[in-house]
């Protein structure tokens, strides 16, 4: 079992920055693949970036690559995401998510990750 914590979200201006954090705690969660998703009202859920469990391996949406940045800190127990460049479409709640991945890759479906926390707000204000 994995505990998942959001932190970092809030309001902030059109080409602003925002860093989301999520701590992990719980058996083995340093041995996790890490992702964000993100979602939109009336839309449904989407990968946003996600990092294996050694750092060594990161995968980014379209929509965000060059401007956010996944990271991951083990000693913590910690998973960052550095925003930047933000705009409107960027405004949705932000999930952290955990799950195991054969060969150390990153996975982008929901479905395939088994621990979930509970989001945290961003919005953008243009």
């Known amino acids: 079992q994995v505990q998942l914590v959001e932190s970092g979200g809030g309001l902030v201006q059109a080409g602003g920055s925002l860093r989301l954090s999520c701590a992990a705690s719980?058996?083995?969660?340093?041995?996790?693949?890490m992702a964000w998703f993100r979602q939109a009202p009336g839309k449904e859920r989407e990968f946003v970036s996600g990092?294996?469990?050694?750092?060594?391996?990161?995968h980014y949406a379209d929509s965000v690559k060059g401007r956010f940045t996944i990271s991951r800190d083990n000693a913590k127990n910690t998973v960052y995401l550095q925003m930047n460049s933000l705009n409107s479409e960027d405004t949705a709640v932000y999930y952290c998510?955990?799950?195991?991945?054969?060969?150390?890759?990153?996975?982008?479906?929901?479905?395939?990750?088994?621990?979930w926390g509970q989001g945290t707000q961003v919005t953008v204000s243009s």
């Open positions: 998510a955990a799950g195991r991945f054969l060969g150390g890759v990153v996975g982008a479906t929901t479905h395939a990750y088994n621990y």
């Open positions: 990092v294996n469990w050694s750092g060594a391996t990161t």
């Open positions: 719980g058996r083995d969660s340093s041995t996790y693949t």
